[in-house]
């Protein structure tokens, strides 16, 4: 009986969400945000570190950068303020060097033009996940 109890709460704590309040940055996919390399890549054919497509019919979707190895899984849906709630699909230099070095996690939300991208800036927000 105690066993099944324990297991319970230890499933609780599994499938639970997960609260942070972090730095959010903002990017896009200009040579600026991105790697010159990948901007060579045409609009149509552009796709994220977990291989989503960025734009679909043509249209924008929207995502998120998260380290990798971090907490956050590629896949997981993240709920962030004033941005929406967007797959973990894509990663960035700058942000997996910050979790290796310190294990500081910052988070970037990509935007379709670099004037989108200045405009959010960068933002302390409380971002919530499904783990
Ligand atoms: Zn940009």
């Not at 960025?54 to 956050?72: E, H, M, R």
Request: proline share 2%; aromatic share 10%.
């Amino acid at each position: 009986m105690i066993r099944i109890i324990l297991i319970c709460a230890f499933c609780l704590i599994c499938f639970g969400s997960e609260e942070r309040t972090v730095e959010v940055r903002a990017y896009c996919l200009c040579e600026k945000c991105t790697s010159k390399e990948l901007v060579k890549i045409s609009q149509k054919d552009r796709r994220t570190a977990n291989g989503n497509h960025v734009f679909v019919d043509g249209v924008f979707q929207k995502g998120l950068a998260v380290p990798k190895d971090g907490p956050i899984m590629f896949g997981t849906l993240v709920s962030v303020p004033e941005y929406g709630e967007v797959m973990a699909d894509d990663t960035g230099g700058w942000i997996n060097c910050k979790w290796h070095q310190n294990k500081e996690l910052y988070i970037e939300v990509r935007f379709e033009t670099h004037q989108d991208a200045l405009d959010w800036g960068v933002k302390k927000l409380k971002i919530k996940w499904e783990k």
